[in-house]
């Protein structure tokens, strides 16, 4: 059992650049969450998925897309990256409910 | 708005004495409170949960206690150990209902850095 994985775990974009970062739970999980960690800031919920095809927005999703086609993965997008999106970005699973979630290692982007 | 807040960004304490670590909030419809681990390089792990009917939830050597007129929850270590030594978030979770659907978020602390000394 791997848990969470992250891919990949360091990145470094220039200001514009797209990339895809992606999330993947072997525990048949239903709930999966992006989060971002600033310094003194916690853990803030970019977008969640409550199922297969389904998504929604959590508290700070400007700039950001996702896509859950599959169970298991869940990917995040930057279109078109700004240096406020450096930061340090968190996947997490959790079987129903947003209780006792599971995370990954931690994708650390920084964009220049 | 920070509707949960750890004032503390820093605790140090001495190894096999007690470690206090302590967390508010503003939220009346919070429903079930949660403490998570930090190390270094790795993804929070959870830690101990207490749900709003609850004023005590004991595992082991960690405690968490809560007093809703207070709104504050605190997190105790006993004995505190070393490995201990690490980056301690609560959150609260609330259910919320949109579109036809309900579902949960959790809302994060700032987190507090805990340091045990030999």
């Known amino acids: 059992n791997a848990g969470v994985t992250q891919t990949p775990k360091f990145r470094v974009l220039k200001t514009g650049q797209s990339m895809t970062l992606l999330c993947a739970q072997d525990m048949n999980h239903e709930y999966m969450y992006w989060y971002r960690q600033d310094p003194g800031m916690g853990l803030r919920l970019i977008h969640y998925?409550?199922?297969?095809?389904?998504?929604a927005k959590g508290e700070v999703p400007d700039g950001y897309n996702v896509s859950r086609l599959k169970k298991q993965n869940f990917l995040l997008g930057l279109e078109s990256a700004a240096p406020s999106q450096t930061s340090v970005y968190f996947c997490?699973?959790?079987?129903?409910?947003?209780?006792?979630?599971?995370f990954g290692p931690g994708t650390r982007l920084t964009v220049t | 708005d920070q509707q949960v807040k750890q004032n503390s960004p820093s605790l140090s304490v001495q190894e096999g004495r007690i470690s206090i670590l302590n967390c508010d909030y503003t939220n009346s419809m919070f429903d079930y409170f949660l403490w998570y681990k930090k190390y270094p390089a790795e993804g929070p792990t959870f830690l101990i949960s207490?749900?709003?009917?609850?004023d005590k939830n004991e595992d082991g050597r960690f405690t968490v206690f809560l007093n809703k007129s207070a709104k504050h929850l605190s997190l105790h270590i006993v004995p505190s150990q070393p490995g201990d030594s690490a980056v301690y978030f609560c959150a609260a979770s609330t259910i919320i209902i949109a579109g036809g659907t309900s579902y949960g978020k959790l809302t994060f602390g700032q987190g507090t850095i805990l340091t045990v000394h030999p």
């Open positions: 997490a699973s959790s079987l129903k409910g947003p209780y006792e979630q599971y």
């Open positions: 207490i749900s709003s009917i609850k």
């Open positions: 998925s409550v199922g297969e095809g389904t998504t």
